[in-house]
């Protein structure tokens, strides 16, 4: 049996976990978080009987422990519930699949409590690898990537030595706009931006995906995961969505790992590594696929991805400043308060002009975010 607790249960990574453990009898659910959608968690509970549950906002936790009043169940909240919930004795492993850097913390606490960690959460590699990375080594506990790439890179690095890595070939579906210049780019819709070609996912890392963000975050977080330089990780546009990922040995020969476009798949690797499991879903007919493109990113365009690797060569804290500046850039443009190309002027705005820090710890990462946050209040929220 294997127990599991699962940060961001009510999100797109949090409802295909529990996909998984619906179909497998021996994963057992032993607690949950969610951050507001107590609707949707009252159902996870009466379904997967987890002894305890975390609501990250106040209120609705509240509302939600008289919801349950019927049930043996133990309901927290804040960031001491998300903890909680992080390092519960029971569990074997915990999936983080929490957006944000709201998920800094738990998972730090997970790893000092000895929790294996399903990591879905990329902000948490992308602003503390440099203190996550060593923690994980120091606790003895595995980070398993359900980011598909990072999952595929993973899978392909199976029985390897990574120090015969030359590069990751990090794929990319290119998003929506691919193809679109900036002039293009102008006046898109946040219902446009949504619509990603291959990907069911949740709203932040589909605009993310739009911007290539997101690409740009996987390239921070394929760095720490790997132990590879800037210079390694180099991403290849597939705009199918067949290839998840590549690595490139020094003899030339390049594992790739294909499927499918199904993230159930890296987050059943994750749980089960080193093992495989059957798996539901569609498998791929090549015959009806007929081709497989490739294309270089365009990077003039999509800047979000050349600015990750500017934070990223940079270092400290200007990742932090990169992710805290899409995050808030993000939802402002959900909020139809900026246009979509105001997202990379933000980013580049708050780079240039929050403080550097460098081997920032853990409360001066926080603080840098806080300052990103400040810095575009005060220039853009008038
Ligand atoms: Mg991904």
Not at 54 to 73: M, S, T
Request: overall charge negative.
């Amino acid at each position: 049996m294997r127990n599991i607790s699962i940060l961001g249960s009510t999100g797109s990574i949090g409802t295909q976990t529990l996909d998984i453990v619906s179909k497998n009898d021996d994963l057992k659910v032993v607690a949950l978080s969610a951050y507001g959608s107590i609707k949707m968690l009252e159902e996870q509970i009466r379904q997967y009987k987890p002894k305890l549950v975390c609501v990250y906002c106040e209120d609705k936790a509240l509302e939600l422990r008289d919801n349950i009043k019927d049930l043996d169940v133990k309901v927290v909240s804040g960031m001491d519930g998300l903890i909680e919930v992080a390092t519960i004795s029971e569990a074997d492993i915990v999936v983080t699949a929490i957006v944000g850097m709201i998920g800094i913390q738990p998972t730090m606490a997970a790893i000092k409590a000895g929790k294996d960690i399903a990591l879905a959460n990329k902000e948490t590699l992308v602003t503390t690898g440099h203190i996550i990375i060593p923690a994980a080594k120091e606790y003895n506990v595995s980070i398993l990537p359900v980011d598909s790439e990072h999952s595929a890179i993973f899978q392909c690095l199976n029985g390897e030595n990574k120090r015969e890595i030359d590069k990751i070939l990090l794929t990319a579906s290119g998003g929506p706009f691919r193809g679109k210049k900036t002039e293009e780019l102008k006046d898109v819709t946040v219902e446009a931006a949504l619509k990603h070609p291959n990907w069911a996912m949740g709203k932040k890392i589909t605009i993310d995906s739009a911007t290539m963000v997101n690409k740009g975050l996987e390239v921070i977080e394929a760095k720490w995961l790997f132990d590879v330089d800037f210079s390694q990780v180099q991403v290849v546009v597939q705009p199918q969505s067949l290839i998840h990922s590549m690595v490139q040995f020094k003899d030339g020969g390049i594992m790739a790992q294909l499927g499918t476009p199904d993230m159930r798949l890296p987050i059943q690797y994750a749980i089960y590594y080193p093992e495989r499991r059957y798996l539901d879903g569609q498998r791929v007919d090549f015959s009806k696929i007929g081709s497989i493109t490739f294309e270089e990113p365009d990077m003039e365009t999509f800047r979000g991805l050349k600015l990750a690797y500017e934070a990223g060569k940079c270092g400290g804290s200007m990742p932090t400043v990169f992710n805290a500046a899409n995050e808030k850039a993000v939802a402002m443009f959900l909020d139809k308060k900026i246009k979509f190309l105001d997202i990379y002027e933000i980013i580049e705005e708050s780079m240039k002009n929050v403080k550097l820090v460098n081997e920032p710890s853990i409360d001066q990462i926080l603080a840098v975010e806080k300052e990103t946050y400040e810095f575009i209040e005060s220039r853009w929220s008038k």
